[in-house]
């Protein structure tokens, strides 16, 4: 892939303008559909960003594959070539019931591999990206390596469905450690996790486009990203995701694996 | 107790100042000891703030009394006349661990009952003000009256020793809710829940400094501030607490005294 110089300048540019106009549309009343569930929502920003980001790709990137949250794009079988990867509001239920701790997320891949990563705190107005092998920055200012942490030594998100639901071990991994935060955001757990604030993030079931921006943050920041059972993720379907500290990993994965 | 003006004024200067200190205090090593146990952290800025606080209340108002964290004032066996009730950092561990989501929370109580109260969001900016009778304020913005939103449509905030613990009925209150979230931080899910953030902050054991300013915050925006069994909350020991709209807490008090 060539000129991330110029592919960084532009995503950034579209990224800060969607922010803008969800910041704008806290004026209005906010109209909300379910979709699977009652707590699986979206809103007409999601639906008015993504088509935004993906006319944006359209007019700069012509013929570049894009697999979208909100299309659900079912011709995507396999990430050959150049893909987008992109979730126009990741924490919807927080966009809609906080106004707070939600994020765009924005992924270019090729051939299954990330290469530039974007997630955007939208209400913090802190946009971290990420360049293959470039590492991760926060509105431009480097951030450091995560430190490798253990579990005992710090906090942990754990994704509200799998604390609230009957699995023990998640529950002792939540005592293990100093104390479970939970955000609502995978991205933005993700960021947590990478810059250090917590040492793990745990969830059942993450979408490629939950997934994609965050992996490669996390990867250059030094922290593991895998399944519960220590495989990797599959971009073309749900996920049981770990994000860790190399010594958090290992230790949440012996924790889930046994069952114990 | 009058010159409430007065007062206001000057406990707000203090814990601006107070807050401005704790974000300097980030350019140096956070020094950190334990006390009863491993997640329960005191440093050198909890006992800076508190002994300022402590300071400046005995210079302007000489011989009222000060119930505070980390001096866990033995000789206070009951609130007769003014009562000053601190907090110098709630959320000692995010303090720690993040550098971000911890509160200073000041209340001044009269025989028991709050007339002034104050969360200050240090990270945020935010500083959050109930004078009884008259109302919240955040940054001298008044706020609103939270709406009375059911516990099925709104977020809740459970405390991390509850949820990760072997308590049926609150994963069952997790679930019945749109979902968890976790700040960790007494105060500042208490102003969450007073703002319409999220609908109900449930949390095992709070000591008297984890209560006093949240309550006068909670009530003047009408949620209902009581005991897991609907009992008011007694201000000299611990409590488990339930901070709600009216309907979600009938909800919560009816599945936490059932057990079910």
Redesign the interface.
């Known amino acids: 892939m060539n000129q991330v110089e110029k592919r960084n300048q532009l995503i950034t540019e579209w990224i800060l303008e969607a922010g803008e106009k969800i910041k704008d549309s806290f004026k209005e009343t906010i109209q909300v559909e379910q979709k699977t569930n009652?707590?699986d929502l979206v809103t007409e920003m999601d639906k008015k960003t993504e088509k935004q980001l993906t006319e944006n790709i359209q007019q700069y990137f012509p013929g570049e594959r894009i697999f979208a949250e909100e299309s659900n794009n079912k011709d995507i079988q396999d990430l050959s070539g150049i893909v987008w990867i992109i979730d126009p509001i990741d924490g919807t239920?927080?966009f809609v019931?906080?106004q707070?701790d939600f994020a765009i997320m924005v992924a270019v891949y090729e051939d299954g591999i990330g290469q530039m990563s974007y997630i955007y705190d939208v209400m913090k107005g802190e946009l971290y990206t990420a360049i293959k092998d470039k590492g991760v920055s926060c509105n431009g200012q480097p951030i450091e390596k995560a430190q490798d942490i253990a579990l005992e030594n710090?906090?942990v998100a754990i994704s509200?469905?799998l604390?609230?639901?009957?699995n023990d071990a998640v529950?002792k991994i939540?005592?293990k450690s100093?104390?479970?935060?939970?955000?609502?955001s995978a991205g933005l757990e993700t960021v947590?996790a990478s810059t250090g604030?917590?040492v793990a993030y745990i969830a059942a079931s993450l979408a490629p486009w939950d997934i994609a921006a965050g992996k490669l943050i996390a990867e250059e920041l030094g922290l593991v990203y895998t399944q519960h059972n220590g495989r990797k993720v599959d971009l073309l379907q749900k996920n049981p995701v770990i994000v860790a500290t190399p010594t958090a990993h290992e230790t949440i994965v012996e924790m889930l694996t046994q069952k114990v």
């Open positions: 009652r707590n239920l927080n019931k906080q707070n710090g906090l509200s469905p604390l609230s639901g009957d529950r939540g005592r100093n104390g479970v935060r939970m955000v609502g947590y604030r917590i």
